[in-house]
């Protein structure tokens, strides 16, 4: 069915707040209209807010987290364990990991898992770059913490092939997160007892 507006530019801004994940078309219009309840200057500062984000927005030079600078705050923080790295898909689950409190390593953000069916091969993802890390020698152990999934899984086993050849441990989270289960939605307490817990990737793979 389709809404008429009395205005081209209400239309215009609820086809593109309807283009966000998980907006449909009636709260796109519920947001427009909120907008444009508030003042001229709001509606400034909304829109200047998410320019500046898509614009200056940089990706840290070492593990790949968004940050303001070009390295992250945990990257340069000495206090952090820079020995133990924590490989995940996205920037949510840094996010959801930090938020734990447990984990005192630093991250790899690989921008993404291994998929096939969606086009995503290897070379899509900052792999090479973690190898890169691991050839220095600081690196002492490698957390895999990526989704119980099939994806992440088989995601989980390259990186091994491709950090085996270094004297470096790998790990993988324990399966207190369900099979299936997206690491940014598992509560807190399940998460950092899964990265604490952690096993050797070695007898993961046997099981």
Do not use: W
């Not at 947001?31 to 709001?42: E, F, G, S, T």
């Not at 447990?102 to 969606?118: C, E, K, N, T």
């Not at 119980?148 to 989270?173: A, C, H, Q, W």
Request: glycine residues 6%; negative net charge.
């Amino acid at each position: 069915m389709n809404n008429k507006y009395p205005s081209a530019l209400l239309e215009n801004a609820v086809n593109e707040l309807a283009s966000l994940p998980g907006v449909g078309r009636k709260t796109a219009l519920r947001l427009a209209l909120h907008i444009l309840r508030r003042d001229v200057p709001y509606a400034e500062s909304f829109a200047k807010a998410i320019v500046d984000l898509r614009r200056e927005i940089k990706y840290c030079r070492v593990c790949h987290n968004i940050c303001d600078e070009d390295i992250c705050s945990i990257c340069a923080n000495p206090a952090r364990d820079h020995s133990l790295v924590c490989v995940v898909e996205n920037i949510k689950e840094v996010m959801a990991i930090e938020n734990t409190g447990q984990f005192r390593g630093v991250y790899h953000v690989l921008g993404g898992i291994i998929s096939p069916m969606d086009g995503i091969g290897p070379s899509d993802l900052q792999i090479d770059s973690l190898v890169e890390r691991v050839k220095t020698g600081e690196v002492k152990e490698v957390i895999l913490a990526l989704s119980t999934t099939m994806e992440g899984d088989t995601t989980n086993f390259f990186i091994y092939r491709k950090l085996s050849p270094f004297d470096v441990k790998i790990s993988v989270i324990a399966r207190g997160v369900s099979i299936g289960d997206e690491i940014e939605y598992a509560d807190e307490v399940t998460l950092g007892r899964s990265i604490l817990n952690r096993t050797s990737f070695n007898d993961a793979i046997k099981l």
